[in-house]
């Protein structure tokens, strides 16, 4: 079969790979769309994902297909089923596992390759974290549950409630996705960007105010002048992932408030923080990585409630052989003022959502 395959830093190539087999307890899954996201570009810039994956190896994460195969003693999956794979189940077991907190599994078990004709899917995602995807619902909406999942789990760690204020710093996909998710939510969002173009996309999609952070400036007066009194909002996401956005978050909150570092900078970065501002101000802060099968079926009921506005997420769609070619474009999105906020990936065989199982 046809996959993407990541060499190296900057270096993904098509290549001509075995097709999976299921084995025991596996599902094999005919991929129908699969997305680009912020994550894989970042595993493409630096060549490697210290958690995930270590090249060379199949890439993307992000996907829903239909069944093709089914492993010896793998349950409540059909041939034709239509599923959304998560990319990751836990073990269930570990000290983390036991408190709730199955994000920070010892034994997370990842899986990748969804820049593919077809996907294995490991038993434990099998059992733990592989979702049904309904007739009603596209393939390529069905793919956006791994994201959103983690924004859902961030939501409920940061605590918010409709009425309350939130500043989400980016207009990433992810932090696009914030924006939207706490909107529905009721929350009163005021979004923090960077380019002319995310504005609308940001009011589009739930901002009830939008702060352009001019060259040169922080945007943080501006921000906090939105937000009730003056005083800074409730909640503050950080979607950007640098050190500067970690600060501004700092001083945007509100005395008693939230800041959640969603945003993962590389390892060994360092921020200066004011303590005294943390002390006394009584200032929370934390961080989100990943999430939980609960979140992840959380996330798919939004979707496929209909509320959550999967289709305006899609802004571009491109042939399996052009995922090299996709990246690299991704690469310059911020310069030359790319509007796309995902571009799902079709294979190179088409896939039909009645589909029983086409010969491989």
Partial sequence: MMAAVLYGREDLRLAQVETPVAGPGELVVRVGAALTCGTDLKVYRRGYHARMLTPPMLFGHELAGVVSEIGEGASGFAVGDRVAPMNSAPCELCYFCRRGQENLCDDLLFNNGAYAEYLRVPARIVARNTLRVPDAVPLE??????????????????????????????????????VHAAALAGVEVIAVVKREDQVETAKRFGARAVVQI???????????????????????IEAVATPATWESAVR?????????????????????????????????????FHHTPGTCRRAFHLIASGRFRSAEFLTGRAHLTEVPEVFRRMMTRSATGMRDIKTAIVPALPILANEAGAAR
């Fill in 214 to 236: 001019a060259e040169g400036s922080d945007g943080v007066e501006a921000t906090r002048a939105l937000t009730p009194d003056g005083r800074g909002a409730d909640v503050v």
């Fill in 252 to 288: 945007m909150v509100r005395k008693g408030g939230v800041v959640n570092f969603f945003g993962g900078p590389p390892s060994g970065t360092v921020v200066a923080l004011d303590t005294n501002r943390l002390h006394y101000g009584d200032i929370t802060l934390k961080a989100s």
């Fill in 141 to 178: 909406h069905a793919a956006l549950t791994e994201p959103l999942a983690c924004v859902v789990r961030g939501l409920e760690e940061s605590g918010a409630c409709a009425g309350d204020s939130m500043i989400v710093i980016g207009a990433g996909p992810i932090g696009l996705m914030f």
